[in-house]
């Protein structure tokens, strides 16, 4: 499983990179859009983005988004039943992943 400082770390790069700076700084700013308490709170939508991360398949953004639903104020509960949903809506892939976003949620 991709660790969520590495994934950070990589992040960090891309920003700092000459070809891919701007849209890392636009991306930053969709990501913060997107998340911002809204008519859903950001822990519901932290939540969401790690169903659709587990069923995308992509490591880093699991352990990013348990992260987050864990900061937004999400209970372990939660996130395992964001699992799975997540696993209803994957199928068999989505139970690897889901294991990965559950070794996220031990590890946080």
């Known amino acids: 499983m991709a660790d969520r400082k590495d994934f950070q770390l990589g992040l960090g790069k ?3 990179a000459g070809g891919t700076s701007e849209t890392m700084k636009a991306f930053t700013a969709v990501h913060e859009a997107a998340l911002a308490d809204g008519e859903l ?4 939508k932290e939540l969401i983005a790690t169903a659709i ?6 490591e ?4 990013w988004h348990v ?5 937004a104020g999400a209970s372990a509960a939660e996130v395992e039943e964001a699992i799975g949903v997540a ?7 989505a139970t ?6 559950l070794e996220a949620l031990q590890n946080s």
């Open 53 to 58: 991360s587990i069923t995308s398949q992509c």
């Open 96 to 101: 690897y992943y889901g294991s990965k976003a």
């Open 41 to 44: 709170p950001r822990k519901v």
């Open 14 to 16: 891309l920003a700092k």
């Open 60 to 63: 880093g953004c699991i352990g």
């Open 67 to 71: 992260d987050g639903a864990l900061r």
């Open 87 to 93: 696993i209803l809506m994957g199928g068999g892939p």
